[in-house]
């Protein structure tokens, strides 16, 4: 039996949206996660995402953070594992809407 999200891709819109991160979460996700501790991780990453607006951001720092952050208060049950996967999944969700850039760096000399 299928879901409702096997069908659907988040839309391009000018910002990112909020309930769509967490349907697009939900159709990756290998492993079960209820809904607070989906939008506990999103609300992690958006603080960083916000606190670093005009500066250049890894994906690796967004991850640290809100493992951190969620393991430090213990937010979040989960290990940090399934964490960093919730992380990767939003990640995913922005670059899929064109919301995230990812600079690729050409290592050659003379290229």
């Known amino acids: 039996m299928g879901s409702p999200l096997d069908n659907w891709n988040p839309a391009k819109s000018d910002k990112p949206d909020y309930f769509d991160t967490v349907k697009f979460v939900?159709?990756?996700?290998?492993?079960?996660?209820?809904?607070?501790?989906?939008y506990t991780i999103l609300n992690a990453f958006i603080e960083k995402w916000d606190a670093s607006a005009g500066q250049l951001i890894r994906e690796e720092e967004l991850?640290?953070?809100?493992?951190?952050?969620?393991?430090?208060?213990?937010?979040?049950?989960?290990?940090?594992?399934?964490i960093k996967r919730v992380v990767e999944l939003i990640l995913g969700y922005l670059h899929t809407t064109g919301h995230f850039y990812q600079q690729e760096l050409n290592l050659k000399t003379g290229e």
């Open 26 to 38: 939900y159709k990756h996700i290998e492993f079960h996660i209820s809904e607070d501790e989906a």
């Open 63 to 82: 991850t640290k953070h809100v493992v951190n952050q969620l393991s430090h208060n213990f937010d979040v049950l989960l290990p940090a594992g399934k």
